[in-house]
């Protein structure tokens, strides 16, 4: 029997209007290796763990199933929906005028709750994909990003959050200059950003500009994610728990470099999201935040993990004419 973790143990983050949350949350992406009814019994699990910060996103194509795990904990009293932190994100194909509202429509509609605590912009243009798509599909309407069209996207979340429907907005996958351009235009500015991190890839530059503008980085992939899409993975990327420096200090502390990874986050700090349906995984996880924190001369020597490899590379989203999937990250 694995016992919960007491959320009032787990270190949480300060936004910059005040709200604190957790420096941990549960990841929902199955990978398209895993069902939604598979990650949403993961989520369910992981609420009675301990977690409590969930997120999500409507291209996951669980938010139902996750909804109906919701209302079951609210009612059965496992968790209060104000002690819960839940975020989603716009997909891209509903960036366009209008389509922004029913995105968060449906999505509080299939989650059953008044409001999101965060809104995310997944991607900074309106290039989508079929799910399970491989490593080489392209859809012939994609676009590079444009600064007007990601402000008419953004100005749709200000609306909406003028309406109470969202607490905090979010952009992800974004980069230091796609930032320069857009931050200046915002009405609202943006208290999140996700973004891939992890040791091999610390993306050091990128968080350092958030950070400073009190912008909380939520990472994804905070273990190297081994289990990503077949579509993100190629011969030459990192296995962060295999880097000799994760191992060095896993080794030190009789842990799996996994859990190096977690704590590596969150003490950076940041806020990682790592996915499991395994609840020994997930479980650990969430008690590796709590006890057995890393040295500073162990932060430091993680700092020398960095490969600068990055795993998803998001090259499904190529527009015609593109050269490479670096095209999308400046």
């Known amino acids: 029997m694995i016992y919960p973790v007491d959320p009032e143990k787990v270190p949480r983050v300060r936004l910059a209007s005040g709200r604190s949350i957790p420096s941990i949350g549960m990841g929902t992406f199955g990978s398209d290796k895993y069902s939604p009814a598979e990650t949403a019994e993961a989520v369910s699990g992981a609420i009675r763990c301990g977690y409590r910060f969930l997120d999500c996103a409507s291209v996951y194509g669980n938010e139902n199933l996750i909804g109906e795990v919701l209302a079951k904990a609210f009612r059965e009293r496992v968790v209060r929906f104000e002690d819960i932190f839940i975020t989603s994100k716009v997909w891209n194909d509903m960036h366009g005028r209008g389509k922004v509202h029913r995105s968060i429509v449906k999505t509080l509609a299939d989650l059953r709750l008044p409001y999101i605590d965060a809104y995310f912009v997944h991607w900074p243009f309106p290039n989508s994909h079929a799910p399970g798509a491989g490593r080489d599909a392209r859809n012939r309407k994609s676009v590079p990003f444009s600064v007007d069209r990601f402000m008419s996207t953004w100005q749709q979340l200000e609306e909406i959050s003028d309406r109470g429907l969202i607490r905090h907005l979010g952009m992800s996958n974004m980069t230091i200059k796609k930032l320069e351009a857009v931050l200046p235009l915002c009405r609202i500015k943006p208290e999140l950003i996700e973004m891939e991190q992890h040791p091999g890839f610390q993306q050091q530059a990128l968080y350092d500009y958030c950070t400073e503008r009190r912008i909380t980085v939520i990472g994804y992939c905070p273990n190297g994610s081994p289990n990503r899409p077949e579509r993100d993975k190629t011969p030459d990327d990192v296995v962060d728990t295999e880097l000799p420096e994760v191992v060095e200090v896993a080794n030190a502390h009789g842990i799996h470099p996994a859990l190096v990874c977690v704590k590596w986050a969150v003490q950076r700090p940041s806020v990682p999201i790592p996915f499991s ?29 960095e490969r600068n490899c990055r795993l998803v590379k998001g090259q499904v989203f190529l527009w015609p004419g593109a050269k490479s999937w670096e095209d999308l990250w400046d």
């Open 277 to 305: 349906v395994h609840e020994k995984n997930y479980a650990a996880n969430l008690r590796a935040v709590t006890e057995d924190p890393l040295t500073h001369d162990e932060m430091e020597l993680l700092k020398k993990a």
